[in-house]
Nanobody, 123 residues
C-alpha cells in the first residue's frame, strides 16, 4: 500500500513563493510517475503538474506554467512543486498523486492520492 504525505502548505501573500512537498511510503519511489492536483472551494479538482519516474519528462498546467517547477528527489522519496509569484487564485488544497494509468491531466488516471495540504494566498 502506498502512502503519500504532503507538506509545505501555508498562508502567504500574493507575489510570494512556496514549495509543497510529498514523500511517498510503501513502494519503490523510482517506479512511478508523480504529480499534483489542486482543488479550490466550489471548483473541480484540476491538474497542476506531473513528472515521470526518471525526471526526463514533466508537464505543467497552463495556469502555473512560467512560474512553477516540479522535481523529484529519489534519495528522499519526495516530489516537489515550486510555485512562484503566487496569486489569490492559487488558493486551494494541493494533492499529491502517484502512479498514472493514462493522461496525466485527468483525475481518473491516478491511482494513489494524498490527503492534501492547504495553500492560501492573500491579496
Amino acid at each position: 500500500q502506498v502512502e503519500l504525505a504532503e507538506s509545505g502548505g501555508g498562508f502567504v501573500q500574493a507575489g510570494d513563493s512556496l514549495r509543497v512537498s510529498c514523500t511517498a511510503f510503501g513502494r519503490p519511489f523510482s517506479d512511478s510517475d508523480m504529480g499534483w492536483f489542486r482543488q479550490a472551494p466550489g471548483k473541480e479538482r484540476e491538474f497542476v503538474g506531473a513528472i515521470n519516474w526518471s525526471s526526463s519528462s514533466w508537464w505543467l498546467a497552463d495556469s502555473v506554467k512560467g512560474r512553477s517547477n516540479i522535481a523529484r528527489d529519489h534519495a528522499k522519496n519526495t516530489v516537489y512543486q515550486q510555485l512562484d509569484t503566487l496569486k489569490p487564485e492559487d488558493t486551494a488544497v494541493y494533492y499529491c498523486v502517484e502512479e498514472a494509468f493514462g493522461t496525466w491531466r485527468n483525475v481518473e488516471s491516478w491511482k494513489f492520492w494524498g490527503q492534501g495540504t492547504q495553500v492560501t494566498v492573500s491579496t
